[in-house]
């Protein structure tokens, strides 16, 4: 017991000054995070015969509670009712980025030789967008209120939805077991709890209102989680995402009237154990295997990054915005984070050394690329619209 609580402090010592670290040089938190797990682990600190956090029961447990906090705070953002009206357009744009990015990755990895379930996982690997970076980023850069904050938003819901189907399918596909009749039942299960979860958000909002209806903030807090950590629970002894399940949970409490409530107390939570989470893929992640994803990892970022500068200005387009603005949507797109390392976490639960292995490492060496180019461009992007239409005049102007 003493020895955990040590390697938990050394954990958030770490975590604490990689947070610092990022502060100063502007940088997302999430990269460094990854960063430090890989150094405080047994990869990099324990083979320098250093102090080292173990990727034990206590560190995965915080690690999976990180990852439901993060998709249930992404769910309530969302409601059935802002989805169905922007559907047309959520919709175009969603399709367009999926059909341009998604087979790439795939077929990297059938390039490569790999399996048709570890290419599925890396075509979503580089496939999803990283709603959290591209959200930081829209609020520090003040493209929040112009018009390609609203394109990207819809791609990103898209996305999102996507994967909530694509992670039920990959993690029965993944822990289903060998035969086609187990992998369909484990599908069966997984879409069936789905669907229950599915019925209660869209009709069970006076459900989730009367649950959250208490004045101290310590019962506030505690009912929420003792919604949505069971169901998480639940969900994965099912053989379900616990993101996903999370993701609906969040989703049902958006229209409870108590969204802003539940982010105003829960967000230093999710913010603790989200850090927890990247920093445990880092943990379990050896340094050395990232040079065995060297082929993947090179490939998918110089033929992925343009890939999402092209759907992004397509999506632009489908909102109906100017090319320049729709450059910006494409330069928004192309971070990766959280949901790719959630993808690289479930890889490395598989049965084959290149899930367990190959996977993850090439998913933290293309989170640290992706996150910094795209923050980069993001930042940089009036000179990435003039050397791309070198000095072509467009009517609108530029704001934000």
Do not use: C
């Amino acid at each position: 017991m003493a020895a955990d609580l040590l390697e938990l402090g050394q954990l958030f010592v770490v975590v604490a000054v990689t947070g610092a670290i990022a502060l100063r040089v502007g940088l997302s938190v999430i990269p460094l995070y990854v960063i430090g797990g890989v150094l405080a682990g047994p990869f990099v600190a324990g083979r320098l015969g250093l102090p080292y956090v173990e990727n034990g029961e206590v560190v995965t447990l915080f690690a999976e509670v990180g990852i439901v906090l993060l998709l249930f705070f992404l769910g309530l953002e969302f409601s059935l009712d802002r989805l169905l009206e922007s559907r047309t357009r959520i919709t175009r744009s969603g399709v367009a980025d999926i059909a341009v990015n998604l087979p790439i990755g795939i077929g990297i990895g059938l390039l490569l030789g790999w399996s048709v379930v570890e290419s599925l996982l890396l075509g979503g690997i580089v496939y999803i967008s990283s709603s959290a970076i591209i959200t930081k980023s829209l609020i520090d850069l003040g493209w929040i209120a112009d018009p390609e904050a609203e394109p990207l938003l819809g791609t990103l819901v898209f996305e999102d939805l996507f994967i909530a189907v694509y992670l039920a399918v990959v993690t029965s596909l993944v822990l289903g077991g060998d035969g086609i009749g187990s992998i369909g039942r484990s599908l069966a299960v997984a879409f069936g709890f789905l669907g229950i979860l599915l019925v209660a958000v869209q009709y069970g909002n006076r459900l989730f209102a009367r649950v959250l209806d208490v004045s101290g903030q310590e019962a506030f807090v505690l009912r929420t989680l003792a919604v949505v950590v069971p169901i998480a629970g639940a969900a994965l002894a099912l053989g379900v995402s616990e993101a996903v399940a999370a993701f609906f949970v969040g989703m049902g409490f958006a229209t409870s009237g108590h969204r802003e409530k539940i982010e105003h107390l829960l967000t230093p939570v999710r913010d603790v154990f989200g850090a927890v989470f990247f920093f445990w893929i880092g943990v379990g992640t050896d340094p050395t295997l990232i040079g065995a994803a060297a082929v993947p990892l090179v490939l998918a970022v110089v033929l992925t990054t343009p890939a999402k500068v092209v759907s992004g200005y397509l999506g632009g387009r489908v909102y109906d915005l100017s090319k320049r603005r729709s450059l910006r949507v494409g330069v928004g797109m192309v971070p990766r984070g959280e949901f790719s390392l959630v993808i690289a976490a479930l890889a490395a639960s598989g049965t084959t050394p290149i899930m367990r292995e190959v996977i993850p490492a090439f998913a933290v060496g293309y989170v640290l690329v992706m996150s910094a180019i795209g923050t980069v461009l993001m930042e940089r992007s009036a000179a990435v619209e003039r050397l791309v239409f070198r000095g072509a005049e467009e009517t609108e102007p530029m704001g934000g």
